[in-house]
């Protein structure tokens, strides 16, 4: 780690203000994501100093348990889930804020309690109203949660005091269900109440990337047609489907990843710069970049999009079984565990320029990342070595599992004949600046705290997504199994997946 990097990020861990004081209300308080992500990050916010003091966190779930009970499966679900050595005094003060509220979601009664519980919680903690509710249930209890919320008053904003809801993923299954759920909750809750949550953002790499664009000079001038030659966005994963099964095959690899992850990293590569860094200019430039990435019709959608199974194979010399064999597959499933899918953005910077998307699950490797592929030089002066032996101007910005920058280039091999061989030159974050391992929720709950919204996805946004997608989800539900490809466990995708780049001369980059 560079000094220079780790005093940096000392003094800018420093200036961050402590988040306002608030109770934090978590619907489903009894489930995996509570236990495996939101208490560690927590913690982790208080061992950074960033929690307030005046905070209490309210669990609120069907099943009937006493405070003690709850306290001690979050302490015993951050102790096996923290990647950072656990302070039992900050521990401590963490879970003596905690208490357990039991409540069926579809009563009115549940709120009527939970209003004399935050009232009395308030008065003792000195939370000054400001309340958060994080809703970590399944999606169906999503809209009557809030309507309930909203309908109790217990999310009425007065006095000074503010109230807001984060929503989990997944934010709808397709674009009317999205419309849906935006309309009930816009009903009873303002925009600037509700944080629709994409973990993927709270990734620095990923926030990254806007720093990248646009706090330097070198990049933006040519961050367009007349350079950039297309872009690749591969997010693969070596694991297979598991255990989740029967949630994987009622979504897919589209619904899965497609509109949220991986349009999240589109649209930071490629949006205009926002007049602002401030939330609402922000998420306008995203949701208008995805309003220009249109897909016509089904049949467009089948000549760009390619989806795929994976059928039995070997990952890291671990034997693997079909998908379709997996716990609770159908075994007649069409449900895709693979797309590639070719995407035109129809505006002045990008016209003309791919952006080929792809994720999977059973590849050969974990990889996040984002290419850039830039044009060839104009003109093959170095004659001696043939264009097909010049290394590709890429510049890839890595997310996982290497958090870096690089950028390859040509250069002369040493001696006495002009010889070119492709070179890199990698920025990697942990050379620079000491990361504390965290749950990539830290940020993004501290931010709905302070009240920054930048990193939450806007109604607009997260239609303009679904919009993108539904010619796909339509076109391959009508195609059936027809036009389902498959590639074996561990390889790096199907041929089809190829054969959508080879189509236009380029091909992708290995995975990893
Ligand atoms: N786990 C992750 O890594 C992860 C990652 C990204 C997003 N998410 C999203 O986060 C949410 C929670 O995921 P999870 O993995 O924690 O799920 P989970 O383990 O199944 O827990 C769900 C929780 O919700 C409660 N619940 C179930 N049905 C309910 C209903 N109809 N009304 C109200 N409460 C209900 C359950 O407790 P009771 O039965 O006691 O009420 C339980 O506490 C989901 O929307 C998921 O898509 C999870």
């Not at 402590?18 to 992500?37: E, H, K, N």
């Not at 009563?107 to 004399?116: A, C, I, S």
């Not at 019709?297 to 034997?319: C, F, H, P, W």
């Not at 939450?456 to 989800?473: H, K, M, N």
């Amino acid at each position: 780690m560079n000094e220079a990097g780790a005093a940096i990020a000392a003094s800018v861990a420093r200036r961050a203000r402590t988040a306002d004081p608030c109770s934090f209300v978590i619907f489903g308080a009894s489930g995996d994501l509570t236990q495996r992500l939101l208490i560690p990050a927590l913690y982790n916010l208080a061992v950074d100093g960033l929690l307030p003091d005046a905070f209490c966190i309210i669990g609120v779930a069907r099943t009937p348990r006493s405070h003690e009970g709850f306290r001690a499966d979050l302490e015993k679900g951050l102790r096996a889930f923290a990647k950072r050595d656990i302070d039992d005094a900050v521990a401590a003060k963490l879970f003596a804020c905690v208490c357990y509220f039991q409540g069926e979601a579809e009563d009115p009664k549940t709120y009527e309690r939970l209003r004399q519980e935050l009232e009395r919680l308030e008065q003792a903690r000195g939370t000054k109203g400001n309340r958060l509710f994080y809703l970590a249930t399944p999606p169906v209890a999503f809209a009557p949660i809030s309507i309930r919320l909203a309908q109790s008053g217990l999310a009425r904003e007065s006095n000074g005091a503010w109230r807001r809801i984060i929503i989990e993923k997944p934010f709808g299954t397709d674009l009317a269900s999205a419309r849906t759920l935006n309309h009930q909750l816009l009903e009873v809750l303002d925009e600037h109440q509700i944080y629709r949550i994409d973990h993927y953002l709270g990734k620095e790499t990923v926030q990254n990337i806007l720093v990248l664009r646009f706090a330097n000079g070198l990049f933006e001038p040519i961050w367009n047609r007349d350079h950039i030659d297309h872009v690749q966005i591969t997010v693969t994963e070596a694991l297979t489907v598991e255990h989740r099964g029967k949630f994987y095959d009622s979504t897919g690899a589209l619904r899965d990843m497609v509109p949220n992850h991986l349009f999240q990293l589109l649209s930071l590569v490629a949006m205009e710069p926002p007049a602002r860094f401030e939330a609402n200019a922000v998420r306008a430039g995203k949701a208008e970049l995805l309003d220009a990435t249109q897909v016509e019709n089904e049949a467009e959608a089948l000549r760009n999009g390619v989806r795929a199974q994976y059928t039995a194979g070997s990952i890291a010399n671990r034997a693997v079984s079909d998908y379709r064999k997996a716990q609770d597959v159908r075994p007649d499933s069409t449900t895709e565990t693979y797309v590639a899918l070719k995407l035109m953005i129809d505006n002045w910077r990008w016209a003309g320029v791919p952006f080929y998307l792809r994720t999977g699950k059973a590849l050969r490797a974990q990889n996040t990342e984002v290419a850039i592929k830039f044009k060839q030089a104009p003109f093959a002066m170095f004659r001696a070595t043939p264009i097909d032996r010049l290394a590709q101007n890429f510049l890839i910005l890595g997310i996982q599992p290497d958090e870096c920058i690089s950028l390859q280039f040509n250069a002369k091999v040493p001696g006495p004949t002009i010889t070119l061989s492709g070179v890199g030159m990698t920025f990697k974050y942990e050379d620079y600046f000491q990361v504390a391992p965290s749950t990539g929720y830290e940020t993004l709950i501290y931010d709905c705290m302070i009240g920054d919204a930048i990193l939450f996805q806007r109604a607009d946004g997260i239609e303009a997504g679904w919009s993108v997608v539904q010619p796909f989800i339509d076109a391959w539900r009508h195609a059936g199994a027809q036009g389902l490809a498959t590639y074996p466990a561990g390889s790096e995708g199907p041929k089809e997946a190829d054969e959508l780049l080879a189509r236009d001369g380029r091909r992708w980059r290995p995975i990893g």
